[in-house]
């Protein structure tokens, strides 16, 4: 009898652990996946991103917004998207947007294209005091640029340097 209770209690707890056991909810999808959500939603794609085998980010402009839709895979493999975005400030240089928690990114827009033709870099010094630059090596109106660092990730706010 007791060695049944035992056994009764070990597999009441494995049935417990493998039902608390983390797995993974989502993942990136592919560049069909992708192609056709943007083909679907009639955007202007200025950038697209992997980050980090995770999920893909969108960069986009309309007549009236700049945006960015973070795309995943659910448990069930569906793809889903979150939209983020803002209406355009033709009075403003750059948009800068983007998440700076999980897995932390910065989209830019430049509004200004006399300032891609200029910039080599540019420069994110953030409220934590850190900063990074980043290469224009490609000059495209739209980038998104994943953070590797996370010690770096924004917080706060974004100062954005041009460098020539």
């Known amino acids: 009898m007791q060695l049944l209770k035992i056994i009764l ?4 707890l494995m049935y417990v652990c493998i039902g608390c056991a983390k797995r993974q909810n989502s993942t990136y999808p592919s560049i069909e996946q992708i192609k ?3 083909m679907q939603n009639n955007l202007k794609v200025l950038d697209e991103k992997n980050i980090d085998n995770v999920f893909s980010v969108i960069l986009y402009e309309d007549n009236e917004r700049y945006g960015y839709y973070i795309l995943y895979l659910d448990s069930k493999g569906v793809l889903r998207n979150d939209n983020y975005y803002n209406v355009v400030d033709n009075n403003s240089k750059l948009y800068i947007a983007g998440q700076s928690s999980g ?6 827009v430049f509004n200004d294209m006399s300032l891609l033709d200029v910039a080599a870099a540019i420069k994110f010094q953030y409220a934590n005091g850190k900063s990074d630059i980043f290469q224009l090596s490609e000059k495209k109106k739209g980038k998104i640029i994943p953070i590797s660092n996370e010690a770096s990730a924004p917080s706060g706010y974004l100062n954005p340097l041009l460098k020539a």
């Open 103 to 108: 897995k932390p990114f910065i989209v830019v």
């Open 9 to 12: 209690a070990i597999a009441v």
């Open 36 to 38: 056709n959500f943007s």
